[in-house]
């Protein structure tokens, strides 16, 4: 099939079958395990894994298996098998797991709508599409005058949103099923825009935690204790202090810093040439706000993806304003948030940072930091001549431009983890996740146009399949 082919026909299905479905999955609140212990008694990510179960099924895949595997206690995995007719092994993958819908929605986050060329609700580009994304692909290989494909592996996990923290278990005890890839697809990421085909070439890591500062055993009158008892909010500022600069944003220790590789420095100032100002502007910006230009727009990019940062993502122990009182706080607790670099070892930093942060603390104040939730980053290994190759030709065919390559600032646990397993596999992260896409926040949304073009080029990438 030439390419204006597979575009329309990616187009035909996506409209006919593939949209329906995905709202079907977007009506259901199966929110990640991290922030809904009791998923399994909700019945939710079983009425999902349903879904695409029963849609999977209905689309026609010769010699399909389709099953749904389950551990104890654990959120089950999809995996799905169509045989090959060349040799070697595809192994794609997507998350069904969803992220809890906050609050500012325009529309209901369990309502998808569709608005001009935007798919509405929480979960369909951050992971959902990615199942109907893939069935769709294997279709357009089937189709017509089928093309000749290596043996394909779906894996859709349940667990992704809270570090994929159920994988691992089902990577060793189901290893013989998903085989060892010589390629593996992961649609679960995406770029600066949506004018080119982005291939991801680095994420970082991440070490969450809990920064707890206790001053008293229970609140005081603030004019009866100030100037007496230390305010713990200040304390927590301090102690943040040692590790950030607040006004820069400078992490300081050196063991969350590395140097960026000459390959992916270059990666970096050539999508800062590509995207200039929109590396920035698509942020819901509030009055003057603006980021620090004055030194280029290539540190922003450097800053999103190969520096460390902080950020302070929750907080309790302070009463909200309609609550406030004049009193001294008891104690306070802060979830922080640092992104590393992709090579930099995440245990080592989870040490470093608690150290930095529980030694000498001021007025001798109760001060601990619990790590909460920790993951490797990761670095691409160079891509095969031929992917990269069947990469910038099929950008050129569906997006009209040449492919991309950019780090992102976030973490997808599953990279490192397969990179981990199968280190001479080829690894290839992409997908729909955009500038407006919200993924995480309000309004999170699905750009149609994209998820089909996504669609159309793991079709041809996978008909180019050279096993090396």
């Not at 010699?63 to 206690?73: A, D, Q, R």
């Not at 949103?161 to 010589?182: M, N, Q, R």
């Not at 810093?257 to 420095?265: H, I, N, Q």
Request: charged share 20%.
């Amino acid at each position: 099939m030439n390419p204006n082919g597979t575009f329309l026909q990616a187009t035909k299905w996506w409209r006919e079958s593939a949209l329906h479905g995905l709202g079907q999955f977007g009506r259901i609140p199966n929110i990640t395990v991290g922030s809904d212990p009791d998923w399994k008694k909700n019945g939710h990510m079983d009425r999902a894994f349903q879904v695409l179960m029963e849609w999977s099924g209905s689309q026609t895949i010769r010699n399909i298996t389709i099953e749904k595997l389950e551990l104890p206690n654990l959120t089950p995995i999809l995996l799905m098998q169509v045989p090959g007719t060349i040799p070697g092994r595809v192994l794609i993958y997507g998350h069904a797991d969803k992220q809890p819908p906050g609050k500012g929605w325009k529309t209901s986050p369990w309502e998808p709508v569709i608005e001009g060329d935007k798919f509405y609700g929480r979960g369909l580009a951050d992971d959902g599409y990615a199942t109907f994304a893939a069935i769709t692909a294997i279709r357009l290989l089937q189709y017509g005058k089928p093309r000749p494909h290596p043996h394909i592996t779906i894996l859709i996990e349940g667990s992704e949103e809270s570090g994929s923290v159920h994988l691992p278990a089902y990577l060793d005890k189901f290893a013989e099923e998903i085989g060892t890839p010589d390629l593996v697809i992961c649609l679960d990421s995406g770029g600066g825009d949506y004018d080119h085909l982005w291939i991801t070439s680095s994420l970082r890591g991440v070490v969450n935690g809990d920064l707890t500062v206790r001053v008293l055993t229970q609140d005081k009158h603030s004019g009866s204790a100030s100037g007496i008892v230390p305010d713990c909010v200040a304390i927590a500022c301090h102690l943040q202090d040692r590790v950030r600069n607040s006004l820069t944003g400078e992490v300081y220790p050196l063991e969350l810093s590395t140097t960026t590789p000459p390959d992916r420095a270059r990666e970096i100032c050539q999508a800062a040439k590509t995207l200039g100002t929109g590396i920035f502007e698509h942020f819901p910006w509030y009055g003057s706000t603006q980021p620090d230009i004055s030194r280029g727009l290539n540190r922003l990019l450097f800053a999103n993806t190969w520096k460390p940062t902080m950020t302070v993502t929750g907080q309790e122990g302070t009463p909200s304003l309609s609550e406030a009182k004049n009193s001294i706080q008891a104690f306070i607790t802060q979830r922080l948030s640092f992104r590393l670099p992709p090579t930099v070892d995440h245990n080592q930093a989870a040490d470093v940072i608690k150290r930095i942060l529980e030694a000498n603390p001021p007025y001798k104040a109760d001060v601990s930091f619990t790590v909460k939730h920790k993951a490797p980053g990761f670095n691409a290994p160079q891509l095969a001549p031929w992917l990269a190759e069947s990469m910038n030709r099929a950008s050129l065919n569906y997006f009209g431009a040449e492919a991309m390559a950019g780090g992102e600032g976030g973490t997808i646990p599953f990279m490192g983890m397969i990179k981990g397993s199968f280190p001479n596999a080829q690894l290839l992260a992409t997908g729909v996740l955009g500038p407006d896409s919200n993924e995480h926040g309000p309004n999170e949304s699905l750009r149609i146009p994209n998820a089909i073009q996504v669609t159309a080029v793991v079709a041809d990438v996978i008909a180019d399949f050279q096993k090396d």
